[in-house]
C-alpha cells in the first residue's frame, strides 16, 4: 500500500492505493582487487606493515516476496567498486607457488586484476502460501497417478552468491634503466651517476654509501636512464650483502657500466670479481654490451699505468670462466668490454668520452623511459560464504619483496 499522489482533500479518491510487488532485485557483485600503473608511484612503501587489504563486499539477493515498492523495471545486477592499488611503473604480477605471470604494468594505462570479486546473490522470489498450496495439490495428483514432482530446495542458496577470490602475493622491486653501474663498494659510481646525469646522490668517502638504486637522466646520452646500484661483494649472487637484492636491477638494462677503482691495489681483480659475480647470479648478464671506467685517474696515475689496466681488463674479460671446481665453463661466452674509458668522477675528467661510449652502445630512440619495478604473487581462493572484496599481507618474501593477501 502506497500513498495516492493524486489524492486531493474534498475529492473521492482514495488516501491510499494498493500496488503489486515489484520485482526482487539481485545482490550486488563484490569488489575487485587491482593493481594499476601510477607514474607518481616511486616505491612499495605504502603495501608494508603486514597490511590485509580487502575490497567493498557485495550483498546478497532478496529471497522475500517482493520490496513491497512501486513496480518498476527491472534493475541491472551492481557491483562494487574495486580497490584500486598505484604501484611503479613495470610491476609483474605471478602467482605465489606457482609462480603463474598475471600481467606486467609497464606505462600509465596498464592494470592487473589480482582478486575478483565474489558473484552477487541472485533476486529470488518466494512462493506465497496460494502457490505453494497448489503445488502440493499438484504433487498429490501426480503422486495418485504414479509419478512425482521433484521441487528444488535450493532456491535459498542462489541468493547468497558466490564467494570471491583470496590470494598471497609478492612485490619485488627492479629498477629499469638503459644503462646500470655496478662496482665493488666506494669505486665512485654515484659520483659518476651525478657527472652524467642531474642526480644528485649521496656522495661520501665510505663504502655502502649508497643502499638503495639512483635514477638519472643523461641529456647528453639520449635522454637515456642510468641507475646508479649499491656497491657489490664476493658473494653477492648468494645474498651477501644483499646482493641478490642489488643484482636483479639489472635485469632489464641494456647496457652495463663497469666502474672500477683504477686507484686500488689490483683493479683488474676487483673487475674480475663483479664479473663473476654477475654471472653466477645471471649468465645472461655477463653476454650483454658493457664498457669500464677506470675512476679516479686524478689520483696520480700515468699513462702506463693505464695502459696496464687496459690492457688487463681486456684479457680479463675474454678469460675462460670457471666454476668453483677450476674447470672450464661450456656455453658461455661473455664479450668483451666494449670501450675501457680512464675517468675522474671528482674532477670531471673523461665524461665526454663516456657519454661517447654509451651513445654507441645504446640505438637511437633508446631511453625513452624509465622507472621502478615491481613483482608480485597471488594464491588461493577463499571459502568462505557471500561475496567478498580483497586484502595485502606483507613479508620478507625472497630478495626484499613484499608479501601480501588479497581479497576479491
Known amino acids: 500500500m502506497v500513498k495516492n499522489f493524486k489524492y486531493k482533500p474534498g475529492r473521492s479518491d482514495p488516501k491510499k492505493i494498493f500496488l503489486p510487488d515489484s520485482e526482487p532485485c539481485p545482490g550486488q557483485d563484490g569488489g575487485d582487487v587491482v593493481f594499476y600503473c601510477d607514474t607518481a608511484c616511486q616505491s612499495l612503501l605504502h603495501l608494508q606493515d603486514g597490511q590485509f587489504l580487502q575490497a567493498q563486499s557485495g550483498a546478497r539477493g532478496n529471497?522475500?516476496?517482493?520490496?513491497?515498492?512501486?513496480?518498476?523495471?527491472?534493475?541491472?545486477?551492481?557491483?562494487?567498486?574495486?580497490?584500486?592499488?598505484?604501484?611503479?611503473?613495470?610491476?609483474?604480477?605471478?602467482?605465489?607457488?606457482?609462480?603463474?605471470?598475471?600481467?606486467?604494468?609497464?606505462?600509465?594505462g596498464d592494470f592487473v586484476v589480482a582478486a575478483r570479486g565474489g558473484r552477487g546473490g541472485l533476486g529470488v522470489k518466494r512462493r506465497s502460501r496460494e502457490q505453494n498450496q497448489r503445488f502440493r495439490a499438484k504433487q498429490r495428483e501426480a503422486e495418485a497417478e504414479g509419478g512425482m514432482i521433484v521441487e528444488d530446495k535450493n532456491w535459498k542458496a542462489d541468493t547468497r552468491g558466490l564467494s570471491g577470490e583470496r590470494v598471497t602475493v609478492q612485490l619485488l622491486l627492479r629498477v629499469v634503466a638503459d644503462v646500470g653501474l655496478v662496482g665493488l663498494p666506494n669505486a665512485g659510481k654515484s659520483s659518476l651517476l651525478k657527472q652524467l646525469t642531474n642526480a644528485s646522490p649521496e656522495i661520501a668517502n665510505y663504502?655502502?654509501?649508497?643502499?638503495?638504486?639512483?635514477?638519472?637522466?643523461?641529456?647528453?646520452?639520449?635522454?637515456?636512464?642510468?641507475?646508479?646500484?649499491?656497491?657489490?661483494?664476493?658473494?653477492?649472487?648468494?645474498?651477501?650483502?644483499?646482493?641478490r637484492i642489488f643484482l636483479r636491477h639489472l635485469r632489464r638494462a641494456k647496457v652495463i657500466m663497469h666502474v672500477v677503482d683504477a686507484s686500488a691495489?689490483?683493479?683488474?681483480?676487483?673487475?674480475?670479481?663483479?664479473?663473476?659475480?654477475?654471472?653466477?647470479?645471471?649468465?645472461?648478464?655477463?653476454?650483454?654490451?658493457?664498457?669500464?671506467?677506470?675512476?679516479?685517474?686524478?689520483?696520480?696515475?700515468?699513462?702506463?699505468?693505464?695502459?696496464?689496466?687496459?690492457?688487463?681488463?681486456?684479457?680479463?674479460?675474454?678469460?675462460?670462466?670457471?666454476?668453483?671446481?677450476?674447470?672450464?665453463i661450456e656455453g658461455i661466452e661473455p664479450l668483451p668490454p666494449a670501450a675501457v674509458v680512464p675517468v675522474s668522477a671528482f674532477a670531471g675528467l673523461g665524461v665526454d668520452a663516456v657519454q661517447d661510449a654509451l651513445?654507441?652502445?645504446?640505438?637511437?630512440?633508446?631511453?625513452?623511459?624509465?622507472?621502478?619495478f615491481a613483482d608480485l604473487d597471488l594464491g588461493e581462493l577463499d571459502d568462505g560464504e557471500g561475496p567478498a572484496g580483497a586484502g595485502f599481507e606483507d613479508d620478507d618474501g625472497d630478495g626484499g619483496g613484499e608479501w601480501g593477501e588479497f581479497e576479491g
Open 265 to 328: 691495489e689490483d683493479p683488474v681483480a676487483d673487475y674480475r670479481v663483479i664479473r663473476d659475480e654477475l654471472r653466477m647470479y645471471n649468465p645472461e648478464y655477463v653476454r650483454r654490451p658493457h664498457l669500464v671506467c677506470l675512476n679516479k685517474i686524478d689520483l696520480g696515475l700515468d699513462e702506463a699505468r693505464l695502459a696496464a689496466l687496459r690492457d688487463g681488463v681486456l684479457a680479463a674479460a675474454v678469460a675462460p670462466l670457471l666454476d668453483t671446481e677450476g674447470e672450464a
Open 359 to 372: 651513445r654507441e652502445l645504446l640505438p637511437p630512440g633508446e631511453g625513452e623511459e624509465g622507472g621502478g
Open 63 to 108: 529471497p522475500s516476496e517482493g520490496t513491497r515498492g512501486p513496480k518498476r523495471r527491472q534493475q541491472e545486477q551492481r557491483q562494487a567498486p574495486a580497490l584500486k592499488i598505484p604501484v611503479p611503473a613495470g610491476t609483474l604480477v605471478r602467482r605465489k607457488g606457482s609462480g603463474k605471470v598475471l600481467g606486467e604494468l609497464l606505462k600509465p
Open 207 to 243: 663504502p655502502f654509501t649508497t643502499l638503495t638504486p639512483n635514477l638519472g637522466v643523461a641529456d647528453g646520452v639520449g635522454r637515456a636512464t642510468l641507475a646508479d646500484l649499491p656497491g657489490l661483494i664476493d658473494g653477492a649472487h648468494r645474498g651477501r650483502g644483499l646482493g
